[in-house]
């Protein structure tokens, strides 16, 4: 485990089970299934199509991350966890012994890239920062970029891969303030451009605000832009993203 910032980690998962796993697009995420409390060992749930159980009909405790790369050469797989306090995954981090086994599944849909972008705002919290990372190393050079990042001191920034068109704005949330309300302030006040690409992805409530702004205020076409609700402000549920 490597801490990026005083908010971030970097947890690497490796097995030979990972030598077939396929990135996909990029954003892509996947589903760390968490051992139960009851029992330490692998335990796989099984899939219905609609949802994983156990089988004694309880369902696992799940969560949902964007990898931030995937080594072919290793067979190992970085997630960056958010350690807010009381998350499911920091909790299980703080006593699981190194080596110790876990459940992967994916990886999900990622964001297909338009080769011939010229305008591309990228919007996210903390949760979407390994996202938005992979999204920048994608995104054609010429285009340019418009990135605003949310978080809660100045500490958690951290550097972002380099991009040519890249405008990097870190909003600091004021503590009295709702998350994601900093974002949803600066996409109001963006300047967008006729052709621009959005995507975005952060606190679920601030992600309806976005959305709406982009699709009725802005007359935004939906292809135009994805907006996704990471996680909610108190909610615990068992598949969501930490």
Known sequence: MTALSPHLQRVTFGGAELQSYEPGAPAASVRLLLPRPDDPGLVIPTWTGNEFLHR????????????????????????????HPGGAVPTWLASAPAGVEVGIAGPGRGYEIDPHAASVVLIGDESAIPAISQLLEHLPPTAEVA???????????HDLPSHPGARVEWLIRPPSSSPGATLVTA?????????????????AASMQR?????FDARALPRRAAVVRGYW???????????
């Open 56 to 83: 004694d009909g309880s369902r696992p405790t799940i969560r949902t991350y964007t990898p931030r790369r995937f080594h072919p050469s290793s067979s190992e797989l970085d997630l960056d966890v958010v350690l």
């Open 147 to 157: 990135v605003r990042i949310e978080v809660v001191r100045p500490d958690a920034r």
């Open 187 to 203: 996409v109001e006040a963006l300047d967008l451009a006729p052709d621009a690409r959005v995507w975005a992805a952060g606190e």
């Open 210 to 214: 976005i959305r709406r702004h982009l």
């Open 232 to 242: 909610k402000v108190g909610r615990s549920g068992e598949d969501e993203a930490d």
